[in-house]
């Protein structure tokens, strides 16, 4: 292994580890951070990575092809199909309004009609990798502007392979395809010849996918070897992404098809957990290569033709977002995330643009300004999200803060703030409302804070880990919080925050798993609420009286589980420290769930209850 | 012709061999219905509004429980507390139940002639159901005597036998009506005056 790759690790990890915290702590995304990452250490600032930026960028578009196999993964058929008039619908309005319009400006600024068709194609797509981090990382996936945005992106991931498929057409009409560039098996081919080898390639991978990978993995998941699956897994998405580069394909094209095959597999969460560390730390890469590929020079010499280029694209691309978002029926907050999380070029225009210049159909300085354009394009977007969510959406939409007839919330008038009301939190509140106490609540769902404003309920709109909504909402005079994020992690940030900046208040908190219980325990925190453990043991009495036991009998049992396994929580949790601290977490898992049967075994009440023993009474 | 109600509470009612025997069989008596409280609120949440209808249907009373540490298992407490509301079972215009017939039917770890002054028990067991008798006075309905079955644990099959058949007898009796109170109350327990009635009938 050469010095220069470990050196070259080493920057690259450390911009991540440096920025990616920084932005965090500043309350921007991940993506951010990672990009701003890329540009210091990039030729143009620290220069510790010079032209070999490219280089990497090829490297680190795997994470874009894993992540793309992950999607694929996350796609199962009777999903799709269930939102295949949203898919179709608003994929086929934003690609067709975005293409017609660029091709159109582009066209008046002097391109041939080929090139700008094609560029057209190209800048019509949006960044599945920002996007989906973006919307995960502020817990908005599962809202309208959420699904809307998939939908969007995956309409445009699944059409970049026609596209593909065309533009040897296009340069076929134009230009003489010509070879060179990046190596293709199919490049000397006449364009329907390789529109014809694109979709036998497509196909290939699907019949690869039903008749190769799954026995193989069942042959792999046989050996019952832990590493050797995930080794199976990155094969699997590496032989594919290799065979589609061979034939002059988009991998990451290759690597979805892969993915959905997969998903209707029954290792389709095995492959998911195995794959999901690797396509982290390869996505953050790659936004690190996009910051580190912008070419500022190119910028500094043309800077009023890249920012007219930036901005007319975004402009362009934001106006046929948002119809695209009123046509379907987004509220004005929903359709501005929708709008400004979408509206920058992606990831595949980097494919589509080389593969355009590959074929000659554009010059190579236009080129360069389109790729250019789009990597500051993807760089501006999170800055976009927040301007959106911080000046816009306060003024123009769901407000912040309660309309005003609420009026400024009186000192000690709430007394307990919930963040977080879906289906947890929203139980919560309406117990609480049900006996008179009114919570003051947190939510990030646009529509859902339109409702519960309807129904008069005081709530408070944004991401409740931030601190200036915190105080807006009272967290300096109430005496409760309620952390109901269904996000573990947001959670768990929102819970950190509050301990660190509003020790007044009691923070009672959801939590999804025992491994999380752990994890805030050791942080301290006293009031757990664990999902899991009240409705199983619920429902585990009501198997016990179907089974012919008494049902006080049967309650008893329940409530003593109960008052052991919080018990056995707060003992595991001391003793979790003195084992070997990096285990992997599902492993983690099954270790837990072993001593607990173990301890179980020796000690778990059961109906040995020596009370009330007629037999031996002695009244 | 009475219908009786039987309050049944018992915690552990499936280890209980005596009160299921008792039990057992009891609710093809015509006019006697059980109302099995620990069954039916495990989580002492008890329905009032249920329980007062099924009151309101009964003309005989049976507080059936195990006797442990002198007095009711806690839901029956819980079920006096909150069933027997002022305004519908006593104080004014409380009279829902005037005119019922009450009365308790326990089992009794310990032996008869232990419960009384001096001996280990220091009480009768008539002095230790006291509540349940001044309850009964406040809510304006007549009570009588306990129906009791002594030295649970120490029962042979033929004596359970025996005590399983006075109270069939005397849950059928109470449907029968036409009850002598002023006789009946002269007795200390139930069981001494069934036994009374058989021998000279």
Known sequence: ?619 | MNKVLILFAHPRFEKSRNNRALLAGVEKVEGVTINDLYEQYPDFHVDVDREKSLLTEHDVLVWHFPFYMYGAPALLKQWMDVVLEYGWARGSGGDALAGKIVFAAVTVGGARDSYASGRHHQHTLREFLLPFAQTAALCGMIHLPPFAVHGTYRLTDRQLDAHVSSYHRLLKRMTAGGLPFESIRSYDYLNDWLQNEEEHS
């Open chain 1, 1 to 619: 292994m050469g010095s220069a790759f470990l050196q070259d690790a080493i920057i690259y990890l450390a911009a991540a580890v440096i920025f990616v915290p920084v932005a965090k702590r500043l309350g921007m995304g991940s993506v951010l951070g990672y990009l701003a990452g890329g540009i210091i250490i990039g030729p143009f600032f620290l220069g510790f990575v010079g032209q070999e930026g490219k280089d990497i960028m090829h490297f680190a578009e795997f994470g874009v092809v894993m992540m793309l196999f992950l999607i694929g993964l996350e796609l199962e058929p009777a999903y799709f199909w269930r939102m295949r008039k949203m898919i179709l619908g608003t994929g086929i309005l934003q690609m067709g309004a975005t293409t017609l319009l660029c091709f159109l400006a582009l066209m008046l600024i002097g391109l041939t009609w080929q090139a700008a068709l094609a560029c057209g194609l190209a800048l019509s797509m949006s960044s599945t990798a920002i996007v989906m981090q973006t919307l995960r990382e502020k817990g908005l996936t599962k809202t309208e502007s959420g699904k809307s945005s998939f939908a969007v992106l995956l309409f445009q991931d699944i059409s970049v392979i026609p596209v593909l498929a065309l533009l040897p057409l296009l340069a076929a009409a134009g230009v003489k395809a010509a070879s060179g560039g990046r190596a293709g098996l199919i490049n000397h081919w006449s364009g329907w010849g390789q529109t014809l080898v694109l979709l036998a390639a497509a196909n290939a991978v699907v019949l690869a996918g039903y008749f190769i990978f799954v026995p193989f993995l069942r042959f792999i998941a046989r050996i019952r070897l832990r590493e050797l699956f995930t080794a199976a897994a990155l094969l699997i998405v590496i032989a594919t992404a290799y065979l589609m580069i061979l034939v002059g394909l988009s991998p990451a094209l290759g690597a979805f098809l892969a993915g959905v095959v997969l998903a209707n597999s029954e290792f389709r969460h095995e492959l998911e957990s195995n794959i999901e560390p690797f396509k982290g730390i390869l996505l953050g890469l790659f936004f690190i290569a996009v910051g580190a590929s912008i070419n500022f020079k190119l910028i500094i010499d043309n800077p009023l033709k890249i920012a007219g280029l930036v901005c007319g694209v975004i402009v362009i691309k934001s106006l046929v977002l948002y119809a695209t978002g009123r046509v379907s029926g987004l509220s004005f907050d929903q359709n501005m995330i929708f709008t400004v999380g979408l509206g920058q070029v992606g990831e595949f225009a980097f494919v589509l643009f080389a593969f355009i210049a590959q074929l000659k159909i554009l010059t190579a300085e236009w080129s360069d300004m389109m790729m250019g354009a789009t990597a500051i394009s993807m760089t501006v977007t999170p800055l976009l999200l927040m301007v959106n969510e911080r000046l816009i959406l306060p003024f123009f939409g769901t407000k912040k803060a309660p309309v005003e007839k609420d009026g400024d919330l009186i000192k000690g008038e709430h007394p307990v703030i919930i963040a977080g009301f879906g289906n947890f939190g929203g139980t919560v509140g309406r117990f609480l409302r049900a006996n008179g106490v009114a919570a003051t609540i947190l939510d990030n769902d646009s529509d859902r804070v339109e409702v519960l404003r309807r129904m008069g309920f005081t709530v408070f709109y944004g991401d409740a880990t931030r601190l200036d909504i915190l105080k807006s909402a009272g967290a300096d005079e109430a005496g409760i919080l309620i952390a109901a994020i269904d996000s573990p992690e947001i959670n768990g940030d929102l819970i950190d925050r509050v301990c660190r900046e509003f020790p007044n208040l009691e923070v009672m908190v959801r939590v999804k798993s025992r491994e999380d219980a752990y994890e805030l325990l050791d942080a301290g925190v006293k009031n757990l609420y664990r999902e899991s453990l009240d409705t199983s043991v619920r429902l585990g009495v009501d198997v016990l009286v179907k089974l012919g036991f008494r049902r006080y009998a049967a309650l008893r049992a329940g409530q003593k589980f109960f008052k052991y396994d919080e018990e056995a929580l707060r003992t595991l949790a001391e003793h979790r420290h003195d084992r070997d601290l990096y285990i992997f977490k599902t492993r983690e898992q099954i270790e837990l769930q072993e001593q607990l049967l173990a301890i179980d075994r020796e000690k778990v009440p059961h109906l040995q209850d020596a009370a009330w023993d007629d037999d031996r009474g002695d009244s």
